[in-house]
């Protein structure tokens, strides 16, 4: 009697053990098969506020994830159940552990936006605005909406740094230029402070005004210290500083693709043919070499140059170097040419 019942025990453990291992085997292999997702990966949201379980629910009625109570089981054993919002691109060939994994990491898409050296305020805010899966907001909408939720007061131009910026799907345009402004505000607040001694700018504002210029002139990023060079001598002989940039500034819409004479004399605050010193505020978004170039001019004598053709400049020291520099540069291709700054005499 009592072989019997231990021969029945033993036969209910071996079934035990069989159905436990085949239990675990199944697991296993649900786990790890591949979900039913396309040849070219699965694209999916995830929204704030949202939790694994909704998200695996989710895929389940997609028919994506075949065993959704098995992998929220699994998720819970492994602690892995924290998940984070953004938009998630699944691989063809992952299993159920993969996507658990990713978005306990937060492996979201991840987008790039590059702010371009030079360019202005309101092309900068143009190409945030329509940049992929960013969300556009009100504070956006215009320039002077985007200065007033920075906080900036004023004309915003050169107040945020052109860089490359990455972003999750779902940032706003706002988050962007914040990120930007507080870049500007870093960067030039650290070049501020290793700045050269006697420079002609009382704030680190108006060397941002100078580096702006001095990023409109470059062809050549080796020839940064030099034209700020210039413009800093000039500053400091009380000469206007004549700038052909500043001037299409100025001008705003009404610059069609060539200065004439009379641009030259019409009277803005962003004339520096007119104006004595720096135009009131940046022309353009400077990068950081311009800056550290605005910050360490180049020391030397020259008070003008001419463009070559090639991108770089001629550089010399007197107004009759200069005219024949640009006689030997520009006049003999265009009889309209004048030289930035111009071949006029100086005040």
């Not at 100025?250 to 069609?256: D, K, T």
Request: net charge positive; glycine share 8%.
């Amino acid at each position: 009697m009592l072989s019997r019942l231990l021969r029945g025990l033993l036969v209910l453990v071996v079934l035990g053990v069989l159905a436990g291992g085949a239990t675990f085997w199944f697991a296993k292999n649900a786990l790890i098969e591949p979900l039913a997702v396309p040849v070219d990966g699965l694209r999916m949201d995830v929204e704030e506020g949202s939790n694994l379980s909704r998200v695996v629910r989710r895929l389940a009625n997609e028919d994506v994830v075949r065993h959704p109570r098995l992998v929220l089981a699994y998720a819970r054993l492994k602690k892995l159940g924290h998940i984070h919002p953004g938009e998630y691109m699944i691989p063809a060939g992952s299993n159920a552990m993969d996507l658990v994994a990713r978005l306990n990491r937060g492996d979201v898409t991840r987008y790039r936006v590059t702010i371009v050296e030079g360019w202005t305020f309101a092309q900068a805010l143009a190409l945030v605005r329509g940049s992929k899966k960013i969300k556009t907001t009100e504070d956006t909408a215009t320039v002077v909406a985007a200065a007033k939720a920075l906080g900036i007061e004023g004309n915003p131009e050169g107040q945020i740094f052109p860089d490359t910026y990455i972003y999750r799907s779902g940032a706003t345009d706002l988050d962007l230029l914040r990120q930007a402004h507080q870049r500007m505000n870093n960067v030039l607040a650290e070049e501020w402070e290793k700045r050269a001694s006697d420079l002609p700018y009382d704030s680190a504002y108006e060397a941002l005004i100078m580096a702006s210029i001095v990023e409109k002139e470059t062809g050549v990023p080796w020839e940064r210290d030099e034209i700020a060079g210039v413009f800093v001598r000039r500053l400091n002989k009380g000469m206007r500083l004549q700038t052909d940039p500043t001037v299409i500034y100025g001008m705003g819409e009404n610059y069609a693709g060539n200065l004439r004479r009379a641009d030259l004399r019409e009277a803005t605050p962003y004339n520096t043919y007119v104006i004595q010193g720096m135009p009131p505020t940046p022309i353009a978004l400077p990068g950081r070499e311009a800056i550290h170039a605005a910050l360490h001019p180049k020391a030397g004598k020259s008070l003008y140059f001419v463009a070559k053709g090639d991108g770089s400049h001629q550089f010399s020291e007197t107004l009759s170097e200069h005219n024949r520099a640009v006689r030997q540069y520009q006049l003999k291709r265009r009889s309209d040419y004048r030289s930035s700054p111009a071949d006029t005499q100086q005040n």
